[in-house]
């Protein structure tokens, strides 16, 4: 039984896609797909979290100071943060390499 | 070494499961499975083995409920038919893509619609491609010996695929038929308790069927596919310590009066016994027939069908299934494909015959091979016997 971090090959994939190590799903960085990024205007921002509350990835986390980030590894550009967020705070940025 | 009784053949495999000492049943009853579902129900009553019976309220469930049993480590059985291993199919790939060793009595049955509830193998045909070894059985002995068979191949560490284990609806469920029931001991022998490779537990948490993403899927179905085709070998071995044991040979490809054959006929299923009857009468009749029985579908054993029509000069593909607007019959389709790099590749042609139920006779395939020889098919593919 394997633990090794990320199967490269074929042959190196657990009978089954089995995962042996529990937590593990956290280091695999489903934002890869994401086609745009959410950037949060902090002038515009009122702290109200509806972002925080609504992002479906649960990957938005609140800084020192109250304002929002989301976690890129994670966030898969869906955009509802942008559209909830009723003083238009975030913007949806085209992803770029 | 067992006892020749008479039993029917449907409850017969039941009872091959019972020797097996299956610990989980799910099974829905469907005509003409139901005696089987019946008997594992009445087997797991009387307490004649340690097991769960889980009544579920469909197929779905029943493959669902099978793959979880599965995942704790149990081994598991479970039975279907036509329309409800249609409503399976959902749910097929998972337990292979798990690569969780269930085994599954498939009584074959012709699907809707029209309805019907006679034989043939439209059922399985669609499940070709969900990654589970397939096994056809040709009378009641077999289905018994496969079906203890499977599980030694399903749980081999080189192999931990579900396998299903055809037999005929009605032309083998419902018919009683002299066999050889193995001793619990012998059965004993052969299988060991089932050793999973991973068990669903709190103590020691482990995932099974995950997300994979466009940069793992990939490689992930090339390891299920690998899987498949490697267990090529262990079902040949498994079958080998069969004969050694119990003195009957199972191949993958079986054949019948092929070395000096100018013309063979190609079966699964039932069939075969009536073919190989035709076999004898054509060659009375002073032609060269011979018989190739396909005993292992899935993976499909290339090599051995190769080897086995080696100097024919016709191939005659008895398909027992459609595959609409496509090329001919599924078994067709596979045959000619197998032998497409062949230098000196025999004339592939094609009959559907026997579709829900129709009678085969002897004469039928006397009469077809006839034709076959005489390179006498006007379509690509002929509906045999169809009015008009
Ligand atoms: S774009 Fe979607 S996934 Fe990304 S932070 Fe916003 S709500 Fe979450
Ligand atoms: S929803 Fe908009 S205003 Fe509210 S916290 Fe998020 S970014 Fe700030």
Redesign the interface.
Known sequence: ?SDKKW?E???E?N??????R?GS?AE?H?G??RAKRPLWDKVKCIKCGLCYIYCPEGCITEDADGFFEANLNYCKGCGICAKECWTGAIAMADEEE | MGKRIGIEVAIAAAEAAALCRFEVAAVYPITPQSHVAEHLSDIVNDGRVDASFITVEGEHSALSAAIGASGTGARVITATSSQGLLYMSEVMPIAS????PIVMIVANRAVSSPINIWNDHSDIMPMRDTGWITFFSENGQEAVDMVIQAYKVAEHRDV?LPVDVMMDGFQLTHMVEPLFMPDQEEVDRFLPPYVP??TLHPDN????????????F???Q??KD??LVNSLTVIKEVWKEWEELFGRKYEPVQTYLTEDADVAMVTMGSMGETAEVAVDELRRQGIKAGLIKIKLWRPFPFEDLKKAVKGIRVVAVMDRAVSFGGPGGPVFSEIRSALYDEPARPAVVNFIIGLGGRDIQVVDFVDMMKKAAAGKLAEPYEFYGVRG
């Not at chain 1, 009978?15 to 042996?20: K, Q, S």
């Not at chain 2, 948490?205 to 793992?216: C, E, K, Q, R």
């Open positions: 039984m199967p090959t074929w042959q994939i009978p089954g896609c089995m995962v042996f529990p799903s695999y489903t890869s797909w | 893509g798990m690569r969780v931990m490779y991973a948490p482990v995932s099974m069927g995950t997300l994979a993403m466009p940069d793992i990939a490689e992930a090339k390891s690998a899987a």
